[in-house]
């Protein structure tokens, strides 16, 4: 599945940005989603993911940097990641990336989990 990642752009800290993944020509239903996150000098995080188990319950699982402050959601078109109370240290290209999902809804926060990568974008927190 080919992913698209937008949504960056550049911010004050404290504010707020809404990130979104969506793939081309067909829905994420049954694709597990994470959004990582590389900043300048520095391998790649995990941020997010969600999931959906075959009796259709939502997983989600954090990043202990994020936690609190971002919240990923997801429908059958699109997966977002709303981020509030932004500061430098979010300052990164992030990334979406696609797994097909798992009858339990298994949360996948590893790269090697993840075959189907978006192209990233930017964000960048400054005054």
């Known amino acids: 599945v080919q992913l698209q990642a937008s949504g960056g752009g550049l911010v004050q800290p404290g504010g707020s940005l809404r990130l979104t993944c969506t793939a081309s020509?067909?829905?994420?239903?049954?694709?597990?989603v994470g959004w990582f996150r590389r900043a300048p000098g520095k391998e790649r995080e995990f941020v997010a993911a969600?999931?959906?188990?075959?009796?259709?319950?939502?997983n989600t699982n954090y990043g202990d940097s994020v936690k609190g402050r971002f919240t990923i959601s997801k429908d059958n078109a699109a997966v977002s990641l709303q981020m509030n109370s932004l500061s430098s240290e979010d300052t990164a290209v992030y990334y979406c990336?696609?797994?097909?999902?798992?009858?339990?809804?298994?949360?996948?926060?590893?790269?090697?989990?993840?075959?189907?990568w978006g192209q990233g974008t930017q964000v960048t927190v400054s005054s």
């Open positions: 969600v999931s959906r188990s075959r009796g259709y319950i939502y």
């Open positions: 020509g067909r829905a994420l239903r049954d694709y597990a």
């Open positions: 990336a696609a797994a097909r999902t798992t009858a339990t809804g298994t949360v996948f926060t590893t790269e090697i989990a993840y075959p189907s």
